[in-house]
């Protein structure tokens, strides 16, 4: 009932030549794939020409992040609306690195998410603990709290939204949630939609796991009743091995 999305995020990797080559070679690996939902998140400078060279794929296109005002004195910024104009249908929202390294807050993911359904862009909304929020029990509180902030105001706009549960203790460091972890997290994320938003959009909301997720781990994470796809950074890079990805998603490995 839930179609699966898996996105890559590239973060800071590809010029825009290799973005082009990227999506040239990747596009035929998925051809026949109608049954998940692809998406490719590039830095901004390759944002167009990615989206131009993905056109009539089906594959969509995302935002890494983006600023909540429209317009404005807010140099280096992005908005929602120029993410539109440069052919983003998504963007990725509360990435940890922009949490952890950039210090975003929990009200600025908020308002971010807003600013995002506000354009009709789709949010990849992320969450998760670090280990040591994970190793003092924390791991539900913390979710909780970015949940409420990040979700606040947007009931009636919720209806686009994705979640991305990423434990910030796997991302990048090849030591992924076992299916059974992140199932149990995906449960719990789910049940506060119900709670935060309501019951039947929590139902259709896809929760991505995101976190060292590679062609060998995919299939058994994505076969979990409340994993709804992926969100994948290292093995995003590779057109062979996203595809790879996406093949374990539909239980094809
Ligand atoms: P990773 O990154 O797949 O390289 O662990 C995931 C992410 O940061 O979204």
Redesign the pocket.
């Known amino acids: 009932m839930r179609t699966p999305l898996v996105a890559a995020?590239w973060?800071m990797h590809k010029t825009v030549g290799e973005a082009a080559a990227y999506a040239h070679a990747f596009r035929a690996l998925v051809a026949e794939v109608r049954d998940v939902e692809i998406v490719l998140a590039p830095p901004f400078t390759a944002l167009h020409a990615l989206a131009g060279a993905l056109a009539g794929s089906g594959i969509g296109v995302a935002g890494q992040d983006l600023h909540a005002e429209r317009q404005g004195a807010f140099t280096g910024e992005i908005s929602a609306g120029m993410l539109r104009d440069a052919g983003a249908g998504y963007v990725i929202i509360g990435?940890?690195?922009r949490r952890h390294l950039f210090g975003e807050t929990d009200a600025e993911v908020g308002a971010k998410v807003r600013a995002a359904t506000g354009a009709r862009l789709v949010p990849i909304m992320c969450v998760g603990e670090t280990l040591a929020e994970r190793e003092s029990n924390r791991t539900f509180e913390v979710l909780d709290r970015q949940l409420q902030a990040g979700l606040a105001g947007l009931a009636a706009a919720a209806g686009s939204l994705v979640v991305?549960y990423?434990p910030v203790w796997?991302?990048?460091?090849g030591r992924n949630a076992t299916p059974e972890q992140a199932q149990e997290v995906h449960a719990h994320i789910r049940a506060r939609l119900a709670g935060v938003l309501d019951e039947s959009i929590a139902r259709t909301r896809r929760i991505l796991y995101?976190?060292?997720?590679k062609p060998g781990n995919v299939a058994a994470l994505a076969a979990q009743p409340d994993v709804d796809g992926a969100?994948?950074?290292?093995?995003?890079l590779d057109p062979g091995s996203f595809a790879e990805i996406v093949a374990g998603t539909r239980g094809l490995l």
Do not use: M, P, Q, Y
Not at 210 to 213: E, N
Not at 231 to 236: I, P, Q, S, T
């Open positions: 995020n973060k990435h940890s690195e991305a990423e796997a991302i990048g460091t995101g976190g060292s997720v969100l994948v950074g290292g093995a995003g």
